[in-house]
């Protein structure tokens, strides 16, 4: 069975490199073109934010590979460890963002709030991904704006043109121009950060069981790789005998 172990820490470690890797990719994209002019903002602290937890996410899986292939016991249980402190971070992480909700949502509005002031100003790969997202959000989940449509009446994008097209409720080229902020017509209302929460509420049924399932699958890579290790240790205290 411990093939079957080591294939199980190396799809486990696949899944943190996967998810470290994007995470250092975001904070990446951002860093390239603007830790040039590094002021200390909110989307900077983002950034560096997703740049250390992709990174450390990227070496716990990189662990987690060296431990599925190799017969160190003592690998096998130092990543038993570091999987085990990761999941109590985790743990902590999502405790502390439900108590400290208000202080959340401020933050992550503020970062948002200086991602919209960017939007269609610099033809960079930031520039370029930051629209790509502005746009699809909108359009998928059917929002305008981060709280209201009004808040683009107060970036450049907004006092130049009105709103990005994706905003419109039935999108056409050139529909979000010249917008009318006091009674718009053709326009979505709702904000993206009300209607994300709105959605989020409305499938807790889905996400909570998921956070948990996430969570236990972390732990059987816990349990698994101390089994390997105690197989490992078994094995060679066997030969040392012999």
Known sequence: MR????????????????????????????????????TGSTLDIVAISLLSIGGVLLLVGLVGFITSCCRSFAVSYSF????????????????????????????????????ISLYDEEETIYGRALDYLWNKTQEGLECCGIRTYRD???????????????????????????????????ITKIGCFDKFGELAGDHLEIIIPVI????????????FSCCLARSVQVEDCGEQVY
Request: glycine share 8%; with cysteine; proline share 3%.
């Open 3 to 38: 093939w079957l172990l080591r294939l199980v820490l190396a799809l486990l470690s696949l899944l943190y490199c996967c998810v470290g890797g994007l995470l250092a990719v975001a904070g990446f994209v951002y860093a390239i073109d603007n830790f040039k002019n590094f």
């Open 80 to 115: 038993s460890f570091i999987l085990l402190f990761s999941i109590l971070v985790q743990a902590l992480a999502i405790i502390l963002a439900i108590i400290f909700r208000p202080e959340v949502e401020k933050v992550i509005s503020s970062a948002l709030k200086q991602s």
């Open 152 to 186: 683009w009446s107060s970036v450049p994008f907004g006092s130049r043109y009105g709103v990005p097209d994706a905003c419109c409720t039935t999108i056409t080229e050139g529909c979000g121009q010249n917008v009318n902020w006091d009674n718009p017509q053709n």
């Open 212 to 223: 948990i399932g996430v969570l236990v699958i972390q732990i059987f890579g816990v349990c």
